[in-house]
């Protein structure tokens, strides 16, 4: 297998006692947390691109007039 298959491989194996944790009663933040943390572990500095393009449109969201 490939380096990035193994990468996909471990993602899937740890999102199922994820997945249980979020049944008992973690949701939003928790969800964020771990999903920052997946976006860290397999982008390592390619997370900025992700975090600009999340703000960027928060800002047009909060400037834009409803």
């Known amino acids: 297998m490939t380096p990035e298959e193994w990468t996909y491989l471990a993602v899937l194996l740890f ?13 939003q ?12 572990v397999t982008c390592n500095i390619h997370t900025l691109h992700s975090l600009v393009t999340i703000l ?11």
């Open 15 to 27: 999102s199922i006692p994820i997945g249980f944790v979020f049944k008992r009663g973690v949701k």
């Open 56 to 66: 960027g449109t928060w800002v047009i969201l909060r400037l834009s007039p409803r």
């Open 29 to 40: 933040f928790g969800g964020a947390a771990v999903g920052l943390l997946l976006t860290l």
